[in-house]
């Protein structure tokens, strides 16, 4: 499964359905190590997999499914990451 080189729209959408799956609190030890591989393998790197560990925690202890970890992950990647892009001209 190659969750990494989605568009960034596609991203948006399966991470509010992601966090709308983790909001059902009594598949919580089911969903909690697929939501930490499933954030790992959406975003790459260093904080793809520091946002894989927050987000195994945010769904394995109780009261705190409300917290939307794919979606803050999105927009911390897409919205206020300082990451610049370069534009090559041939």
Same mark, same amino acid.
């Given at each position: ?11 948006? #959408?399966?991470?509010?359905?992601? +966090?709308?799956?983790? @909001? #059902?609190?009594? #598949? +919580?030890?089911? %969903?909690?190590?697929? =939501?930490?591989?499933? @954030? ?9 997999? #520091?946002?894989?560990?927050? =987000? ?5 202890? $109780?009261?705190?499914?409300?917290? $939307?970890?794919?979606?803050?992950? %999105? ?5 206020? =990451? ?9």
């Amino acid at each position: 499964m190659n969750l990494e080189n989605l568009s960034k729209n596609k991203k948006l #959408i399966l991470g509010i359905v992601f +966090d709308l799956i983790g @909001m #059902i609190t009594f #598949i +919580d030890l089911i %969903w909690a190590p697929i =939501s930490g591989i499933l @954030m790992s393998k959406m975003y790459a790197g260093r904080h793809g997999r #520091i946002a894989g560990i927050f =987000s195994f925690v945010e769904e394995i202890i $109780p009261g705190f499914d409300v917290i $939307p970890s794919f979606t803050i992950m %999105w927009f911390y990647t897409y919205v206020f =990451s300082k990451k610049t892009e370069t534009i090559e001209v041939k």
